[in-house]
């Protein structure tokens, strides 16, 4: 939805969005649209697919950001923490956080090619469960804002906002509660002021 949306916003400026992913995981599990959005909308011809099957791919991709004639207003990648093998990045780095210092590097050179065509923003996507992620702390230092996506138990999903403060403290925020229904995104509701 998110590349939707900024596809969307710069229509009238000619922008795309660049979507990157695994085509294999794309084709086995596709992303749920919101309800009322138009498959056959011409929107969706002004977000650009790239597929990648690993981090080397990705690193590619933004090495030669800088070239472009014209930047996106948006990259998306899709389940970034995916593309990181555990096994392969720590043979590589020769290091048991091998992973980590991958993703780091690889995210260092995303921003370093965001910075470069601002207005440009970058958003990532990552699966885990349980908890929360263990690799959010590489997330916080790379990524700007972070959504939490959390299931209620009751069917239904909770997009919630992180709020990170200098001070460390908590601070209240909004969250969105939907569901899934026939294949579409259904927003049951904006829930205030919430803690955290």
């Known amino acids: 939805m998110f590349a939707f949306n900024c596809a969307l916003q710069s229509s009238s400026t000619g922008g795309v969005v660049v979507f990157i992913c695994n085509r294999r995981r794309l084709e086995s599990k596709p992303p749920y649209m919101s309800q009322g959005i ?25 090495a030669a950001f800088h070239l472009h004639d014209m930047f996106p207003v948006a990259v998306v990648i899709d389940d970034f923490g995916d593309f990181f093998d555990e096994r392969n990045c720590q043979e590589k780095y020769v290091n048991p956080r091998g992973r980590e210092l991958a993703m780091v590097r690889t995210l260092a050179l ?87």
Request: glycine letters at 8%; aromatic letters at 10%.
């Open 38 to 62: 138009d498959p056959s909308s011409d929107i969706f011809q002004r977000i650009e697919m790239k597929y990648v099957d690993d981090d080397e791919g990705i690193k590619k991709y933004f």
């Open 110 to 196: 995303c921003q370093n090619a965001v910075i470069h065509a601002k207005p440009c923003s970058l958003m990532l996507s990552d699966t885990h469960h349980g908890d929360s992620s263990r690799l959010l702390y590489v997330y916080k230092r790379w990524i700007q804002t972070i959504f939490t996506i959390k299931g209620d138990g009751s069917g239904s999903y909770l997009l919630e906002k992180n709020v990170n403060s200098a001070s460390g403290g908590s601070g209240k925020t909004r969250a969105a509660k939907f569901s899934v229904a026939l294949q579409y995104l259904v927003l049951e509701g904006i829930i205030n002021e919430r803690e955290q």
